[in-house]
Nanobody, 122 residues
Framework: VQLQASGGGLVQAGDSLKLSCAAS????????MGWFRQAPGKEREFVAA????????YYGDSVKGRFTISRDNAKNMVYLEMNGLKPEDTAVYYC????????????????WGQGTQVTVSS
């Protein structure tokens, strides 16, 4: 499966954005999915993950209560709704398929898509 994230942009602190992750050449229904982000000079950081049937959700501590992950298996899409954005949320956001292991470790994921830039100004 190939993944492509989109929906990023330049926003002000407090604004909202909804990122999308489109899958092609395969189906996401076979995978739990996750979002990570990477700011310049920093390691890739776990943001959120969702089980195949959407019954289990995980969030990084820094986004808990502000971000919501969801998926639509019929449309082969995963989403990340981001509210109350802060300048520290500025990063390139990536979606990926959770293959095995810890949900919050990037090494547990594969099929990394091209990311989408989110920039939050203060």
């Amino acid at each position: 499966v190939q993944l492509q994230a989109s929906g990023g942009g330049l926003v002000q602190a407090g604004d909202s954005l909804k990122l999308s992750c489109a899958a092609s050449e395969g189906t996401i229904s076979n995978y739990a999915m996750g979002w990570f982000r990477q700011a310049p000079g920093k390691e890739r950081e776990f943001v959120a993950a969702i089980s195949r049937s959407s019954d289990t959700l995980y969030y990084g501590d820094s986004v808990k209560g502000r971000f919501t992950i969801s998926r639509d298996n019929a449309k082969n899409m995963v989403y990340l709704e981001m509210n109350g954005l802060k300048p520290e949320d500025t990063a390139v956001y990536y979606c990926a398929s959770w293959i095995r292991g810890d949900y919050d470790r990037s090494r547990s994921y594969a099929n990394w898509g091209q990311g989408t830039q989110v920039t939050v100004s203060s």
